[in-house]
């Protein structure tokens, strides 16, 4: 069974500030692993994925992740937070080898970007 | 490509009522799937269509549930006899199975209450 933690609830960062959000992840095979972010009562919006090659993946708005196998992890990073980036964030998981491609989610990480 | 739609985006119903939602996906994508999110709570698979072909169906989905996707187009998902721990947010994703194209996208979700 494939599995996602976020071991962070809450992050909070000041304007301008890196950002990290954590992310581990559990899957039998090489996994898909990706970056999701939610906007107070809007649906997911995708940010980026890992799919194969490079381990450090750049996606929308600046936003980048790298997967560390070893580690089991997939961390999104923004290098300078803005105000606008306040919102909640979710990892998630697919396991190419199971039928479909069906997500795995993680339960969210809310961050606040202070100004 | 207007994204994924679904209406409607609120719904408040008593409980023991019949309720459908429909989910208009991307236009050429051929995979559709149906998550809840519940508040505070990552999103959780429910099933999924491969063009009209439903491949799977998770045991959260009880036989008050029932999902159709009669041309390989739409989808609605109707819950039964409603109970409040129906209470949740169903969120559509469509998907393009092959092109090197991974990711899901959702549309704004169905914000159920039942009161």
């Known amino acids: 069974a494939q599995s996602v933690a976020q071991p962070e609830d809450q992050v909070n960062v000041a304007e301008g500030n890196p950002l990290t959000v954590k992310c581990t992840y559990s899957?039998?095979?090489?996994?898909?692993l990706f970056w999701y972010v939610q906007y107070p009562n809007r649906g997911l919006q995708f940010l980026l994925k890992?799919?194969?090659?490079?381990?450090l993946v750049k996606g929308s708005y600046g936003f980048e992740a790298e997967f560390n196998k070893s580690q089991t992890s997939f961390h999104l990073k923004k290098p300078s937070a803005l105000v606008s980036d306040s919102a909640l964030y979710f990892c998630?998981?697919?396991?190419?080898?199971?039928?479909?491609?069906?997500?795995?989610f993680g339960g969210g990480t809310r961050v606040l970007v202070k100004p | 490509d207007t994204g994924v739609s679904q209406d409607p985006r609120h719904k408040i119903t008593k409980r023991g009522q019949n309720v459908t939602f429909r989910c208009d996906p991307i236009?050429?994508?051929?995979?559709l799937y149906w998550y809840r999110q519940t508040l505070g709570q990552g999103p959780e698979f429910l099933t999924y269509?491969?063009?009209?072909?439903?491949?799977?169906k998770s045991r959260l989905l009880s036989d008050r549930f029932s999902a159709e996707r009669p041309k390989g187009s739409f989808s609605t998902l109707e819950i039964q006899r409603t109970e409040q721990g129906d209470s949740a947010m169903y969120l559509c994703?469509?998907?393009?199975?092959?092109?090197?194209?991974?990711?899901?996208?959702f549309g704004p979700g169905t914000r159920l209450t039942v009161t």
């Open positions: 998630a998981v697919r396991d190419p080898k199971a039928a479909g491609n069906k997500l795995t």
């Open positions: 994703a469509s998907s393009l199975v092959g092109g090197g194209i991974y990711e899901q996208y």
């Open positions: 899957v039998s095979g090489n996994p898909y």
């Open positions: 269509f491969q063009n009209e072909a439903q491949l799977e």
């Open positions: 236009s050429e994508h051929n995979r």
């Open positions: 890992y799919i194969t090659g490079d381990n």
